[in-house]
């Protein structure tokens, strides 16, 4: 039992009336009766109120504390059940719902404050709570507050009170973590196992034995347990299970696992697990190098980079090392930091070709680490990437000519959208005038590069040419391009690269080509022309019809055409504007519908643009159509005499006919 003295909140204080004394020795009481109810279902608490002398009670105000794991509040709206009709019943959960506290507030809020009558309200008031684990709860009386009609303190006290929730007659599961929860296992290298003991303990919360099977996982091979199937007796102590993550391949690995169980509560717990394969991400650049060289001068060389950046699954590279299966002229002169590619490490090899010799020389370095992704034949099945690197040692400086002189743009001009252009040619010469020993100039490579690189074609590659000294060009061009539009308004530009045994290797040759197109436009009639449709009787319509062509091969064209005149002139189809690919034609089909004599025109005015979005023409139609007259042809006097005397000469007769 819990008694408290203190005032009330400013809000409770602030509804009664002034300041007086309260009685001697009066007091509250508020009893609160516990229940019992099975796990995962509700129980209602009530208490009673009661004056313990009789005070002229106007209000209080207390608090019930509870175990927010174990317990739920489903309903406290019913705190007031029961009170006078002078008061008013407050609930609220301070701190937020479910944070563990349920207050009451009872006052009369309306002046002047009544007493609390009766003085004894049997189940004045209740709250639902949902159970949520076995065993006995507590729900504990606190901060208790009352004040008498004058707002003065008046003592209040109460008793705590016990909710049991019980599994009656069947097994129950908990588990830490909870079911749902997610096991992450975290970096593992591949087929390496990351085992954690334990990844759950289970625990029997009901009153019968547990029965749990083996895990069971969901899809992969990735995850598995050593924990057999095992029980757990009513009352006996958790369980570990152990779980492993054991990777077969490198990213990100999902699973779930169930511990199926004869509980009544959760029979199929799932727990979701993650981990991430780890191997190595090794990278080599470049794979091809070139290198040239002059006999008696320095020795040329080249560098490759051997790193392994992290991309969130990459692990050391082990036993990495450098093989070289080639001639002795190419040699490693500075290789691996050492056999393990750490994890962001970035390792420059460094190869250099001897000058002692003339010649062409090759050589292919191995470079090759251990990868445990690799599974077949054997895990650790080293990797393996080739860089080849290419020498050329010479006895003189060859110097590279060309016509044109290096650096020349090759402009291919306007060419046709789907066309090939005539080719554009380089004539190579060798310009070093030492005879003896030969300076001969090899070229060793021809590429086209760029952001229209797809657009240029090198027809005649000049790779492997060998040309002695003082050869100038000949006159017969050893590289040919040729420019191929994809469309027919952009400007297409690329780069010939053109590499030799010249110490002032790259040349290189700026490209470009302007796409064209041969769009056009016709009509029949012609543009220009007058569509006469002719005289027509009153109340009568004719069509008639102007086609339009695109006359180009390659592009589209738009056209757009608007009526403008009489209104008895309209356009029928199509709705513009329209869309003709190349070699395509259109109908339009305009109409006049004459209601009376006279002459009607209107314009059909029309714009058409190509794909570039210029005007290519702007053809115009007049259009006319005539209503004609109806004529009534005039009597003369004699005609008119003749007419009526007809008329009468045919009454007659029919008047005789129906006398007979």
């Not at 019943?89 to 002047?112: K, S, Y």
């Not at 006159?475 to 040919?480: F, I, K, L, S, V």
């Not at 030799?500 to 029949?524: A, V």
């Amino acid at each position: 039992m819990v008694s408290v003295r203190k005032t009330l909140t400013a809000l409770f204080a602030a509804s009664f009336l002034s300041a007086g004394t309260a009685f001697a020795g009066g007091g509250i009481n508020i009893t609160v009766d516990s229940t019992s109810g099975a796990v995962g279902g509700t129980v209602t608490i009530m208490y009673d109120y009661a004056a313990d002398d009789l005070d002229d009670v106007g209000g209080f105000q207390f608090d019930l504390t509870y175990d927010p794991v174990a317990l739920t509040p489903t309903d406290i709206t019913m705190c007031g059940n029961n009170a006078p009709a002078t008061h008013t019943a407050a609930c609220t959960e301070p701190g937020g719902a479910g944070n563990g506290t349920i207050r009451t507030l009872l006052a009369d809020f309306i002046p002047p404050t009544a007493e609390i009558s009766p003085f004894a309200i049997a189940d004045f008031g209740e709250f639902t709570f949902m159970i949520n684990q076995p065993g006995t709860h507590t729900l504990t009386f606190v901060n208790g507050v009352g004040a008498d009609i004058n707002a003065a303190n008046v003592p209040i006290s109460g008793n705590n009170a016990d909710i049991t929730g019980n599994i009656v007659g069947n097994a129950g599961y908990a588990s830490v973590p909870a079911p749902g929860a997610t096991i992450d296992f975290g970096g593992v290298i591949v087929t390496q196992t990351n085992s954690i003991d334990p990844a759950i303990v289970v625990s029997e919360i009901g009153d019968q034995q547990l029965d749990v099977m083996t895990p069971a996982f969901g899809s992969g091979n990735d995850f598995g347990s050593t924990t057999a199937a095992f029980s757990i007796v009513d009352g006996g102590p958790s369980v570990d299970v152990e779980l492993s993550c054991t990777p077969l391949t490198r990213g990100a690995l999902v699973d779930t696992v169930n511990l199926n169980n004869n509980s009544i509560n959760d029979p199929t717990p799932q727990y979701n697990l993650t981990c991430a394969g780890l191997s190595p991400n090794v990278m080599v650049a470049p794979l091809v190098i070139n290198l040239n060289g002059i006999i008696g001068m320095a020795n040329p060389t080249g560098n490759f980079t051997v790193s392994n950046p992290q991309d969130g699954f990459t692990s050391d590279a082990l036993n990495a090392s450098l093989a070289e299966s080639g001639t002795a002229e190419i040699s490693i002169t500075d290789g691996l930091t050492d056999g393990t590619i750490s994890i962001d490490e970035s390792d420059m090899v460094t190869v250099e070709c001897s000058t002692a010799a003339p010649g062409m020389f090759s050589e292919t370095i191995t470079v090759q680490w251990d990868d445990p992704s690799i599974i077949i034949p054997i895990p650790g099945t080293p990797t393996s990437v080739d860089v080849t690197v290419n020498c050329t040692i010479i006895n003189e400086i060859a110097e590279y000519e060309s016509v044109p002189a290096e650096g020349s743009t090759l402009d291919f001009g306007a060419v046709l959208n789907g066309a090939t252009s005539p080719a554009i040619g380089i004539d190579i010469g060798n310009s070093n005038t030492d005879a003896v020993p030969n300076g001969t100039l090899s070229i060793t490579g021809a590429s086209i590069a760029g952001p229209d690189a797809g657009v240029f074609a090198l027809i005649t590659n000049p790779t492997g040419t060998m040309i002695a000294n003082d050869v100038g060009p000949d006159g017969t061009d050893d590289a040919e391009v040729t420019c191929s539009p994809t469309d027919g308004f952009s400007t297409f530009t690329a780069t010939l690269t053109i590499t030799s045994n010249d110490p002032d290797t790259p040349h290189t040759y700026p490209l470009t080509c302007d796409g064209d197109s041969d769009e056009g436009f016709d009509s029949d009639p012609a543009p220009g022309s007058t569509l006469d449709l002719g005289f027509l009787l009153p109340g009568m319509d004719t069509d008639d019809t102007i086609t339009m062509f695109n006359t180009g091969t390659t592009d589209p064209i738009d056209i757009d055409c608007s009526l403008t005149g009489d209104p008895e002139i309209t356009l029928v189809s199509p709705t513009f504007p329209i869309n003709l690919g190349p070699g395509g034609s259109a109908d339009t089909v305009v109409n006049c519908a004459v209601p009376s004599p006279g002459l009607f025109t209107a314009t059909l005015s029309c714009t058409v643009t190509g794909v570039q979005g210029a005007p290519l023409a702007t053809p115009n139609y007049d259009i006319r159509c005539t209503g004609a007259a109806v004529e009534v042809p005039a009597l003369s006097r004699f005609g008119l005499i003749a007419l009526v005397m007809t008329l009468m000469l045919g009454g007659f007769i029919a008047f005789r006919l129906r006398q007979n």
